[in-house]
């Protein structure tokens, strides 16, 4: 397959997921595919589904949620919202809902669909941030641990690979109660997304 052949059945397939409407009847406001791929993404943020705010405007973690996920970074907008650096594939494109103590759960059916077609046409993904239980479950199927302890754990793991905890305002017990997340843990993704969001043409350029 030529490169020129590859770009056209990415796009198709880009196309395709953001168009799709399986979901429809399980959905309160309907369906509406946010996140953000390019097959020249190194970087891969995993999460878990676009919340209420997001659905209503259509960019992945234009929130509370996102501006705290990019100071953990260490990144500004204009370097996460470069797809050619950074791709964001929630385990659910569309917002599920609310539960009895925030959003659903998102919709299996999702990430059986379109999650490895849309993990196949991004081969350069050098680092992947894996965000909550859900994420963790499909990146991390051999672990049996809670999210705390597979966060606790994250020396174990490959290094192109940091799982985390939401960064949602909701979690800020749980941060008060796990100081080392942000002296141990943030450091090191700091340093990996610097060195993983510098794209092949900058470092040809330099």
């Given at each position: 397959?030529?490169?020129?052949?590859?770009?056209?059945?990415?796009?198709k397939?880009?196309?395709?997921?953001?168009?799709?409407?399986?979901?429809?009847?399980?959905?309160?406001?309907?369906?509406?595919?946010?996140?953000?791929?390019?097959?020249?993404?190194?970087?891969?943020?995993?999460?878990?589904?676009?919340?209420?705010?997001?659905?209503?405007?259509?960019?992945?973690?234009?929130?509370?949620?996102?501006?705290?996920l990019?100071?953990?970074?260490?990144?500004?907008?204009?370097?996460?919202?470069?797809?050619?650096?950074?791709?964001?594939?929630?385990?659910?494109?569309?917002?599920?809902?609310?539960?009895?103590?925030?959003?659903l759960?998102?919709?299996?059916?999702?990430?059986?669909?379109?999650?490895?077609?849309?993990?196949?046409?991004?081969?350069?993904?050098?680092?992947?941030?894996?965000?909550?239980?859900?994420?963790?479950?499909?990146?991390?199927?051999?672990?049996?641990?809670?999210?705390?302890?597979?966060?606790?754990?994250?020396?174990?793991?490959?290094?192109?690979?940091?799982?985390?905890?939401?960064?949602?305002?909701?979690?800020?017990?749980?941060?008060?109660?796990?100081?080392?997340?942000?002296?141990?843990?943030?450091?090191?993704?700091?340093?990996?997304?610097?060195?993983?969001?510098?794209?092949?043409?900058?470092?040809?350029?330099?």
């Open positions: 397959m030529t490169r020129p052949d590859a770009r056209t059945r990415a796009r397939l880009i196309a395709e997921a953001q168009a799709c409407t399986l979901c429809t009847a399980s959905l309160p406001l309907g369906p509406r595919p946010v996140f953000q791929v390019d097959p020249k993404a190194r970087i891969l943020i995993a999460g878990q589904a676009p919340g209420s705010a997001v659905h209503e405007h259509g960019v992945p973690f234009d929130d509370p949620s996102g501006n705290r990019r100071d953990w970074m260490g990144i500004d907008r204009k370097t996460f919202y470069d797809p050619t650096r950074i791709a964001i594939l929630p385990m659910g494109f569309c917002y599920p809902g609310k539960g009895k103590s925030g959003d759960p998102p919709l299996a059916i999702c990430a059986e669909t379109w999650r490895a077609k849309l993990l196949a046409i991004m081969p350069d993904i050098r680092l992947t941030l894996v965000i909550g239980q859900y994420a963790q479950r499909w990146h991390l199927p051999e672990s049996k641990l809670n999210l705390t302890e597979t966060v606790r754990r994250w020396r174990d793991l490959p290094e192109d690979i940091l799982p985390l905890p939401h960064p949602s305002p909701r979690n800020n017990i749980w941060l008060k109660k796990n100081p080392w997340f942000e002296t141990e843990l943030l450091p090191t993704l700091q340093r990996r997304v610097k060195r993983f969001s510098v794209s092949p043409s900058d470092t040809d350029a330099l």
